[in-house]
């Protein structure tokens, strides 16, 4: 049966009597009045949060390479002519084990380390292990390069309910079988390239082969396991890394370039970046009878000699994050800092949602200077902790560059960025002063989240800022600093880039891809309904069956699609291969396209229009039109639902793309 989408959801707040007590205290509320630093009728919470948790990169996989070396381009001083990229081409060879990782997950609601066993990825060639040992190492390749990508599944047990008794492939089955998606990468679908349609067992090891054409984006992606079945169980395990295609290619009057080259600081170096790895890790420990420990209002527990780990489908559920108390982590870390900040910097943060269950609304807060240590709250409800310590209404502006790897063709000022499951997006930061600052999941109505559930502000972390200089005006400095910066590119393109950037922070000359022309479309309008029913995770009325070809679609076609969602989940739509430009997302009680503006009811939808994606949730109540040119591969891949235990449950459909046959037609199967 599938597992149910319930709507039903409670707040729970678990409280500490001191951090030496280790007596709990727990209370079922509504809500709870913060008055004088006590919560919970009087309950005194605050302890100090563990100076120790820092955020750490995720290490950088160490990667061979042969030929022609790719390196970044060298600073140069203001007025020079920035030098050619360097010449495309050459191998980078990856090899990556997939094994249980031994750790501890901080759990701010006992103020402990929890011990875990998880699946992870980690690096042949580390000589030590990482901070966060589960974290799976980052990959950094260019544009032109053969990637030669190793997965050894020779570490996992087998598993005895594989092969599974059970006919149905929608049926959740064979946790330790895998695969590897590289999840926006512009690559072919087939053979040992991002073929997401291969199952490799235990004990065998298997090398994929991506060629990034000379002409891919730069821009941030990642790559998780995609096999159908256990896709959920293993992304939830911490199974998913940041994948980087580095940019080194400046525009020129002959085309477009990489936004990298423009990112940089009047002494001519790089921007600062920060990678945020954002995932869901909803690990249970279990009782002798299999069965998840909870507490008296259902939070998950762990004792002490217990062990940690994701091994079972009743741990998903659109109720079952909020119940287990988890919290979202950033780079394997609970409620870290980000140290080493300086006031009137500009930084770039490449966030990427690789979670599974939650729905993140990134917000940055300035932080009381006598703010109290974080309270052991129940991660359901931290509203009380924010509002005090997190206070008034301003938060910080944040300035979108990219939306799932791509760049956007004119920076937009905002002050959230909403991440679905599977969204990527690329931030300038500038924190204006020195002091810490809240870094929030923010609230949101329930059709907002892939939870359904309401959503209540959440603390994920703090920054930490040095001081520095005074920015009064953030988009203005930002502004500033760009223009000036453009004056390292090419000649043939500086003014064009200096007159975009005044001109609203336009950035046509890095966008990658040209818009999608009215006059271009071509019929039939393809359409991706989500559903969930008795009859299971649907599609367009069906679950998947491997066996069967649900769209065919031509090579060198552009076509429009039609996104909806039949009852009352929204779902993330995700399809493999090709980007789409998002061209209107249309709320159907007003008839309004809130792809400009969004509207009062779904403000994520804002400044959506024209941008370049591989992921978009649609919520119930809305339809998305976007648009697609199947460019330069043929072969078998998918679309589904990015909600991955849907996916796994049937929520998915096998796309062809063929040849045309000269007639108005596709040849199903090109071979003779």
């Known amino acids: 049966m599938p597992i149910a989408d319930a709507t039903k959801s409670f707040v729970l707040l678990k409280v500490r009597h001191s951090p030496a007590s280790h007596r709990p205290f727990s209370c079922l509320k509504m809500r709870v009045v913060f008055s004088a630093g006590l919560l919970c009728a009087g309950i005194e919470t605050a302890f100090a949060q563990n100076p120790g948790r820092i955020v750490a990169e995720p290490p950088v996989a160490k990667i061979e390479r042969a030929g022609p070396q790719i390196n970044a381009i060298a600073p140069a001083a203001a007025g020079a002519a920035m030098r050619l990229a360097p010449p495309t081409g050459g191998e980078a060879v990856i090899d990556l084990n997939i094994q249980y990782t031994e750790a501890t997950i901080y759990n701010p609601g006992s103020d402990k380390d929890d011990r875990v066993k998880l699946r992870s990825y980690r690096d042949v060639r580390e000589t030590a292990p990482p901070k966060v040992p589960f974290v799976a190492p980052t990959i950094e390749i260019f544009p032109g390069e053969t ?8 570490k996992l047990p087998p598993d005895p309910d594989c092969p599974s008794a059970d006919p149905d492939v929608n049926h959740p089955n064979c946790a330790n079988r895998t695969n590897l998606h590289s999840h926006g990468l512009w690559v072919s679908p087939t053979g040992n390239s991002d073929n997401v349609l291969v199952s490799i067992y235990q004990g065998v090891s298997f090398q994929y082969e991506y060629n990034l054409p000379p002409d891919h984006p730069a821009g941030t992606f990642w790559y998780h396991p995609h096999r159908h079945g256990s896709t959920a169980l293993q992304v939830s395990s911490g199974m998913a890394g940041v994948l980087i295609v580095k940019g080194t290619r400046p525009p020129g009057a002959q085309g477009k370039g990489d936004i990298d080259t423009l990112l ?3 002494d001519g170096t790089n921007f600062r970046e920060r990678l945020v790895l954002l995932q869901q ?29 994701i091994e079972k489908y009743d741990q998903f559920g659109p109720t079952t994050w909020r119940k287990s108390g988890r919290y979202t982590s950033i780079n394997g870390e609970v409620i870290p800092t980000f140290a080493d900040a300086q006031a009137g910097k500009i930084e770039r943060w490449r966030v990427v949602h690789a979670g599974v269950r939650d729905t993140v609304n990134l917000q940055f807060k300035k932080m009381r200077d006598d703010a109290q240590p974080y309270a052991a709250v129940a991660a359901a409800q931290q509203e009380d902790w924010v509002t005090h310590n997190c206070p008034g209404t301003a938060l910080l502006p944040q300035l979108a560059l990219a939306a799932d790897g791509l760049t956007r063709a004119q920076l937009i000022e905002r002050t959230t960025s909403t991440l679905q499951p599977g969204y990527r997006e690329d931030l300038l930061m500038v924190f204006p002063e020195a002091g810490n600052y809240c870094v929030l999941d923010g609230a949101a109505p329930a059709a907002s989240s892939v939870n359904n559930q309401i959503k209540g502000r959440q603390f994920l972390g703090k920054v930490a800022v040095a001081a520095g200089a005074a920015v009064p005006d953030i988009k203005a400095f930002v502004q500033a600093e760009l223009i000036a910066a453009a004056d390292r590119l090419p000649s043939a393109v500086r003014q064009k880039v200096r007159d975009d950037l005044a001109n609203g922070l336009r950035l046509s000359s890095f966008v990658a891809h040209p818009d999608i022309l009215d006059s271009e479309i071509k019929p039939p309008q393809r359409q991706a309904s989500f559903e969930i029913g008795p009859a299971g995770f649907m599609i367009n009325g069906s679950s998947y069956k491997p066996d069967r070809i649900d769209q065919l679609l031509p090579l060198g076609g552009v076509e429009e699609w039609k996104i909806s969602t039949v009852n009352a989940n929204g779902h993330p739509f995700h399809i493999h291969v090709n980007p789409f430009q998002v061209s209107r997302i249309i709320n159907d009680a007003t008839g309004q396209d809130v792809s400009v503006a969004g509207d009062a009811n779904e403000p994520q939808y804002a400044n959506l229009k024209g941008v370049w994606k591989d992921t978009l949730f649609v919520r119930q109540g809305y339809t998305a039109y976007v648009r697609t040119r199947y460019q330069r591969y043929i072969g078998d891949f998918v679309l589904h639902c990015h909600i991955l235990d849907h996916e796994d449950q049937g929520m998915m459909q096998n796309i062809r793309i063929g040849l045309p046959n000269g007639s108005g037609g596709i040849v199903e199967n090109a071979h003779h």
């Not at 249970?284 to 762990?302: E, T, V």
């Open 281 to 309: 890790i909803q690990y249970a420990c279990r009782d002798n009878a299999g069965k998840i420990k909870q507490d008296a209002n259902g939070l998950y527990i762990c004792d002490a000699s217990d062990v940690g780990g």
């Open 264 to 266: 940089r600081n009047t």
């Open 147 to 154: 990637v030669r990508f190793t997965l050894n599944n020779d």
